[in-house]
T-cell receptor, first 107, second 115 residues
């Protein structure tokens, strides 16, 4: 069993929809990271959080330490949001990655 | 601030040939990682360096893979001989502090196709 699990694996949405991607983890972590990977592109860090909630533009990340769960929300989704979203947790310099959620936003 | 640089971006080789990938992390980043990402999967750690020392290479297939970071700055990952199952994207990443993990910065990746 992977230390970090994401759901769903694949997600298709209409432009403008509200999107939620979930992440749960089974190990103790210092911080939870949400990463974005566009097709053929590198991985970009969206958020690093250890408690509460962070917001950047249309993206919101939340974490519940007690439940070992995090969510990434995208409001008013746009086709340019189409990418793979990866959840990762770290303990010190060791990182645990989920397998990613492939999001496709249809115009 | 320049990002993590990787080269080449793409490489196609025949099985049993050799290949080398290069990575230059962000200046001042002591910790450097090489990850292998197979299509549809998350990154899998191959090797982690702290300056020029190896921290974790437990998942590196040492019979064919090797990596070095001789001066604690840039790093090279080599595969020799390559197998079909080595087809993947090889990602280099770095973080700033040695003792505390911060934001992880990735390069664009090197996509390897083994025929």
């Amino acid at each position: 069993k992977n230390e970090v699990e994401q759901s769903p694996q694949n997600l298709t949405a209409q432009e403008g929809e509200f999107i939620t991607i979930n992440c749960s983890y089974s190990v103790g972590i210092s911080a939870l990271h949400w990463l974005q990977q566009h097709p053929g592109g590198g991985i970009v860090s969206l958020f690093m959080l250890s408690s509460g909630k962070k917001k950047h533009g249309r993206l919101i990340a939340t974490i519940n330490i007690q439940e070992k769960h995090s969510s990434l929300h995208i409001t008013a989704s746009h086709p340019r949001d189409s990418a793979v979203y990866i959840c990762a947790g770290n303990t010190g310099n060791q990182f645990y990655f989920g397998t990613g959620t492939s999001l496709t936003v249809i115009p | 601030e320049a990002g993590v640089a990787q080269s080449p971006r793409y490489k196609i080789i025949e099985k049993r040939q050799s290949v080398a990938f290069w990575c230059n992390p962000i200046s001042g980043h002591a910790t450097l990682y090489w990850y292998q990402q197979i299509l549809g999967q998350g990154p899998k750690l191959l090797i982690q360096f702290q300056n020029n020392g190896v921290v974790d290479d437990s998942q590196l297939p040492k019979d064919r893979f090797s990596a070095e970071r001789l001066k604690g700055v840039d790093s090279t990952l080599k595969i020799q001989p390559a197998k079909l199952e080595d087809s993947a994207v090889y990602l280099c990443a770095s973080i700033r502090a040695g003792g505390r993990a911060g934001e992880l910065f990735f390069g664009e990746g090197s996509r390897l196709t083994v025929l």
